[in-house]
């Protein structure tokens, strides 16, 4: 998964120090640049074959598609990765090729026009199969498995509402220029595909320990984590078996050729279209003739039903070409679309329960619900104070569940809970009494839950 552009400075400085670095001025769009609802996603799990095979061969050449040849011939990783894809892999591999051949046009053609190798599509196939949905364990999400810090200076945004990082056009747009930017940085394209996986500081650190820019040597000398050291075997054999199908899969070529020509992965040709305008999905999709759940395919990035924007905020959207027609016309009149308002906050009193944030601690969350230390300990059966980030924690009512009560001159405890109907015991234990002993202008916490509201 790609880690991030803001370090691609920091590390053109030590490398362009550093013997080991030759850049390419031919490519100088980083240098140039410088300076600059609840979905249930689908998550990638790690797929991991044997370590025990060897690998060794000659990466003089540095075109990626003559590389990868020379990783196959060589069989070694890449072989294990093969019999993994044929087996095991088989599931995973055969939805990634039905996803990759509709895609494949328009991704070709964007990494055509960035300039860099049509090869790298595997890259994409390997990380996520292409999957519009793809979510991993470390939180990275999309075809191309981007980590929120990466998306940001790539121009992809990224909140509650909108993840672009889902969208098949931006985030290959994305991808292509990371690469580009990791290829001007190494001059070399195993060292970029593998700083793509692993990160630029990882392999600038490996780099300089090795004394090595030769991807076997830093292999063999167990400077890189073997699933980076398996990322372009692994991208070998998934090129080997896509190339192939019809000789390892002839059944799923067949599926594939079968497909509907209104199934939207089928779509080729799209045009950009701008919305400028706060809308609802639901009353653009009516608006255009679609259902819903068919222009959340066409645009997964959209995350929730309204879609708000401020008043200088453009979302772009890529639109079927054949169904594009009178988009613009029916989106203008988005500004005159009353938008439901979104469900107002619940308040705080209704609240049933509260998430821990980062920087709270009980006395905190305490007073912000109208609630004494001891009330929030017992209703959560806290023993200590000690809580944290994430923790969910009962608050519900809590300023409802109870009432206080101040003790007069010639009150009893016994008398006090009569009046409000509850028992002496539950009285004396939500106010954590040994005995029946209290004083004049002490606070009573009386319990609610089956008491008589009289004052």
Request: charged share 30%.
């Amino acid at each position: 998964m790609p880690y991030g552009r803001g370090v691609l400075s920091v590390i053109t400085l030590l490398l362009t120090s550093c013997s080991l670095y030759t850049p390419k001025m031919n490519q100088n769009r980083f240098y140039e640049n410088e300076g600059e609802e609840k979905e249930i996603p689908e998550v990638i799990s790690h797929q991991r074959v044997p370590a025990s095979t060897p690998i060794s061969f000659n990466f003089e050449k540095n075109d990626l598609s003559d590389l990868l040849d020379d990783l196959y011939k060589n069989h070694g990783r890449t072989k294990a990765w093969l019999d993994y894809f044929l087996t095991r892999g088989e599931a995973f591999f055969t939805k990634a090729y039905t996803n990759g051949r509709h895609f494949r046009p328009l991704i070709d053609s964007i990494l055509t026009k960035t300039g860099v190798p049509s090869e790298l599509f595997f890259l994409g196939l390997i990380e996520s199969g292409y999957s519009l949905r793809a979510y991993s364990r470390a939180h990275a999400v999309g075809p191309w498995q981007f980590m929120k810090g990466t998306a940001k200076p790539y121009r992809l945004t990224v909140s509650s509402r909108i993840d672009e990082r889902r969208s098949l056009h931006k985030s290959t747009q994305a991808a292509a220029l990371y690469l580009k930017d990791l290829y001007n940085i190494f001059g070399d394209w195993a060292l970029a595909v593998m700083a793509y996986n692993s990160g630029e500081y990882r392999i600038l650190r490996a780099i300089r320990k090795g004394n090595t820019r030769n991807f076997t040597e830093l292999f063999k000398k167990h400077l890189l984590p073997q699933e980076t050291i398996d990322y372009l075997p692994k991208m070998a054999a998934a090129r080997e078996v896509y190339q192939n199908m019809e000789k390892y899969f002839p059944e799923v070529v067949e599926q594939v050729e079968k497909a509907s020509e209104d199934d939207f992965s089928t779509i080729h040709e799209w045009e950009r279209v701008e919305i400028k305008k706060s809308f609802s999905v639901p009353r653009l999709a009516k608006e255009l003739g679609v259902t819903k759940s068919y222009l959340k395919k066409i645009s997964p990035e959209l995350r929730r039903e309204a879609i708000y924007l401020g008043r200088k905020e453009t979302l772009e959207l890529y639109w079927p070409k054949k169904l594009s027609d009178s988009f613009q016309e029916k989106v203008a009149s988005l500004s005159s679309w009353k938008l439901k308002a979104s469900s107002p906050r619940r308040s705080i009193a209704s609240r049933s329960h509260h998430r821990v944030r980062r920087g709270e601690n009980l006395n905190i969350i305490a007073r912000k619900y109208k609630m004494t230390l001891a009330q929030l300990k017992r209703l959560n059966n806290l023993r200590k104070n000690r809580i944290y980030p994430g923790q969910k924690l009962k608050v519900a009512g809590s300023a409802s569940l109870v009432k206080k009560h101040v003790v007069k001159k010639g009150e009893a405890l016994s008398t006090i809970a009569e009046k409000y109907g509850v028992s002496l015991r539950d009285l004396m234990k939500s106010n954590g009494l040994k005995n029946s002993r209290i004083r004049i202008n002490q606070v009573l916490e009386i319990p609610l839950k089956n008491a008589i509201t009289s004052s």
